[in-house]
């Protein structure tokens, strides 16, 4: 889809602890206003960005621009920030004239019920110079281009590209084309052609004299990616999958040579001509961005990843530095051209999505494991990475630490549970583990004497193990066939979660239903019906209650072929239930288009959402009465990752930049 559609960021499985005493960290610069009731900030955030809006260079050659901010090129540091509200772009692009750059974003009306596409124009300063509306409402149109004189910008929608005055907004051009959906629109270095790329087919028009535009026809393939070379002579597009490169004479309109990209990209990104039209530089999804000789269509060299699916790419006008957007670590790696070397140092930590957290019982050390496969320890107080424990882990879904601290437990993908000493890292014990283990429903829990420990995964197998002998203590499957009956239905996610701290007693829920059963003697105890599906079930600490986020039901759109397309609700009601009687107390509306998370306090008393919105918000609620006591917005939030410190004095939260929040509850609650 086209960049003015990505505005919702992903949703990721991050689930973390708290503890107490955490003070701001100096790694990390702090913005110059913060939303109210923020302690503290830490973990790396140098580079981060969102990787669908690309990012550009200003003229000054060492200066990196993305939705995130201004940061140094060389150093990685923030130089500031976009003010909230305006930094929710899609797409980002560099005037020709070098003395502005232009950013979509979208808004939702919510009394006409509505989307609403905005071209906003800044200084190269950060200062907001001008904005106006693009296209009509729920058209998706979004920006694509500049015209070479710095004029005109050109957008697209779904099947639309339109030719737009800067000052103004009106409409120069456009043309409607059918039966496709539009991937990319890149304009020539004259100013005259559009090359544009749909799913399965590719254009060029000549928008200024205004004739029909000219399907190629040898093309097989739209382009996901392009760029025409400096001279205007080539142009280059990128077909995704594992089609490759076309180089495409622009005046013959033929394909002069294909380069062989094994791993080439799905969607949209872009490719990049050298200034003087030698070399083409294409992202390769993980394996970073290999440098073809344009002449001979040779591989020259590749430039290795600092981890994650490069999305866009931008060069320094000198030519000294190339900087990729990394879309699953939403990062930004820099590479040296001289060398060809990635800049060293710049970003510590991991460098892919923290899926978990946990702090030791004496809230000295912070345990992460993430996506890259690394588990790393942390100073809470200051927010420095101490080490990493672990290399090479499968996808961790859970980590805990022993009452001693001396141990932390790694439920993960593939290589069951490890068990690995604090101090060394040295993995002491492998024990029997789940499988494809779920996410944040998993259960793992270290007995208070640290010699055994208790897990459930997806598998729906409940077990006990000795962690210095490895054997299993006790094992009881709680159903025969996890796939069946009231256990799962058909693409819905399992949820264990303890109800008892002895962990015997455990609540499971598969988005329809909950029930409670005991994991000794399979007996069942309350069940309920969800009123619609829940994807996300919390219990609270006292037992007593149990809180469910509540989706409405789906919607069937028609599509242009006769099919339907399933869409889920955009609206949430986070419904409470009192467990012993399996009956609702109330119910509490949350913001719609967000995906929620919701955690209790530790005395039951307090429950925070945390929405995935790029801004939030952050939710408290009275569990007793649903009273809102407070909010936050504002501030990079995501769901499934809110969690309480043990006294309740304080709320974690994990942006979907791997950054973490400290939030002040007592604060957040004050009028």
Known sequence: MLEANRFRGRLTFICIVLALGISPPAAIAQPAVQPRGIVARFGNDAYRGRSEAGLIFLPDNKTIVTNAGYCDAATGAWIRRF?????????????????????????????????RAWIDFWSLTGELLSSWQCGEPNSSEGLQAWTPDGKAVITASRNRVCVRDVETGELRASRTFEKTDLK?????????????????????????????????PQVKRGGTGGAFSPD????AADHGFSFGVSLIEVETRKI????????????????????????????????????????????????????????AIAMSADGRWLAGSSRSSSSIAVWDLVTGKAVAGKATGHRDQILTAAFSKDGSRIASGSADGTIRLWDPATGIERRSLAEEVRFPTQVEFSPDGRRLAVLSFGKGIQVLEVDSGRVEQTLAGHG???????????????????????????????????????????????????????????QPLSV???????????????????????????????????????ASPNSGTVAAIITGPSTETPLRDGRARSEASEDH????????AGKPIRQIPLPRNVFPDCVFSPD??????????????????????GKELGRAEGELVNGFCTRFSPDGSHLLTASQLGTMTLWDVGRLEAK
């Open 436 to 494: 494809q283990v779920g996410g944040r429903g998993s259960i793992l829990r270290f007995s208070d004497d640290g010699r055994l420990l208790t897990s459930v995964g997806a598998n729906l197998r409940w077990q006990v193990q000795n962690i210095e002998s490895g054997t299993v203590v006790e094992q009881q499957p709680l159903a025969e066939d996890p796939t069946k009956g009231d256990f799962r239905d058909p693409g819905d996610v399992l």
């Open 573 to 580: 009601v986070l419904w409470m239930f009192e467990l012993k």
């Open 604 to 625: 039951g008393t307090r429950i925070a959402v945390a929405c995935s919105g790029w801004r939030g918000p952050l939710v408290l609620i009275d569990a007793t009465t």
């Open 184 to 216: 990319r629109i890149d304009v020539s270095p004259d100013g005259n052609v559009l090359a544009v790329n749909g799913w399965m087919d590719m254009w060029f028009w000549n928008w200024k004299t205004n004739q029909p535009p000219e399907r190629l």
């Open 83 to 115: 003010p909230a509200g305006k930094d929710e772009f899609g797409s980002i692009r560099l005037s020709p004239l070098k003395d502005r750059f232009a950013t979509t974003r979208s808004d939702f009306h919510r009394a006409e019920g509505e989307y």
């Open 256 to 311: 002069v040579r294909s380069l062989a990209l094994e791993r080439s990209h799905t969607e949209a990104a872009n490719l990049l001509f050298s200034e003087d039209g030698t070399r083409l530089y294409a992202p390769q999804l993980e394996e970073g961005i290999a440098v073809w000789n344009v002449a001979t269509g040779e591989l020259d060299r590749k430039l290795p990843s600092q981890g994650g699916m490069i999305m």
């Open 232 to 235: 205007g002579k080539l142009y």
């Open 500 to 538: 008892e701290p002895t962990d015997s007693v455990i609540g499971i829920s598969n988005q329809k239903l909950f029930f409670t059963i005991n994991a000794r003697t399979l007996d069942r105890g309350v069940t309920m019906k969800w009123p619609g599906r829940a994807p996300r079930v919390v």
